[in-house]
């Protein structure tokens, strides 16, 4: 929400929106050490849940993970360092193979002159709402002095570490790739509370997490606002799910229309939606967590 596998697709159609089914195992539990990347499609009833799982082996060398920005920032000096683009444009346009939408952003105008709300459209003046650095690069960082951000970091060893975020904390020297988020749900293997409408509501959600050690990355991309398909989850029951899935920590992403999660179908090497927005197509996005693995991506297990 601003601001504020595979072999053999199987295509399903849910109301206004597609689910790709990834070939993923819909049954079987994820076992990290599998292989470089994994991917589980998990359905759940009574109620309904759809969920995809990937886990990335930071340890292969044949796997890199990269924050990417959208478009092009549209001016030098002003508030808006990148524009909106669908996470499936940015995946394509840097030859990655997978890629989730990233932190909560805001965008110029999302209502025009007359008050319509034109939404987060493609090529509109975007920033993210915490830091982001990209190959070393840190474009954007808190504007707010007073608002900490927590983030989500590669490291120049490809490690992943959750970094809570203080207001005079510099970044960290060894930082190659950090993408913000909105809270962090797990910390060393204990559930984090929240009590707001936005934590206790269920909502489509996007959440990374983290393994003791940094070796393992989880993507975690649940559905929601879809009764028949995924009616989403609060961040107690995302956090449950990441301990249950082995991460040691674990950060909310952005969500609601914005959860996405693109992979490359290994049967035709064509970048693929998963899972089924909740807007019925695929939001744009001021940044995205992208994945390239230099072989075939996992067909089912």
């Not at 900490?148 to 970044?171: C, D, M, R």
Request: charged share 20%.
């Amino acid at each position: 929400m601003p601001a504020k596998a595979i072999r053999n697709f199987v295509v399903l159609v849910v109301g206004a929106g597609l689910l790709f089914s990834a070939g993923c195992s819909a049954t079987n539990p994820m076992v990290s050490g599998r292989g470089p990347v994994t991917c589980q499609h998990i359905v759940r009833s009574h109620p309904n849940f759809s969920i995809f799982v990937v886990k990335i082996n930071l340890a292969d060398p044949r796997v890199s993970v990269r924050v990417a920005p959208g478009g092009p920032p549209p001016d030098r000096n002003g508030p808006w360092v990148t524009t909106l683009l669908p996470a499936s444009e940015i995946a394509e346009r840097d030859h990655y193979d997978i890629a989730i939408n990233g932190d909560f952003f805001e965008a110029k105008s999302t209502k025009d002159i007359e008050g319509k709300n034109t939404g987060y459209v493609k090529g509109k003046p975007a920033a993210p709402v915490g830091m982001a650095m990209t190959d070393g690069r840190l474009w954007h960082q808190t504007q707010k002095p007073s608002r900490v951000e927590p983030y989500l970091e590669i490291t120049t060893t490809n490690t992943a570490v959750i970094v809570a975020g203080s207001t005079n904390q510099p970044v960290d020297y060894y930082a190659r790739q950090i993408i913000g988020g909105g809270q962090i749900i797990v910390n060393n293997g204990t559930p984090i509370e929240y009590h707001s409408s936005f934590a206790t509501n269920r909502h489509p959600r996007t959440v990374v997490g983290v393994s003791k050690g940094g070796t393992v990355l989880t993507l975690f991309v649940v559905d929601g606002r879809q009764p028949s398909l995924s009616i989403g989850m609060t961040l107690a029951e995302l956090s449950q799910e990441m301990i249950r899935l082995g991460c040691n920590d674990a950060i909310n992403l952005d969500g609601g229309g914005s959860t996405t999660l693109v992979y490359r179908d290994p049967a035709d090497h064509q970048l693929k939606i998963l899972n089924s927005p909740s807007d019925a197509k695929e939001r744009s996005v001021a940044d995205v967590l992208e994945v390239k693995f230099d072989g075939s991506l996992p067909g089912p297990r």
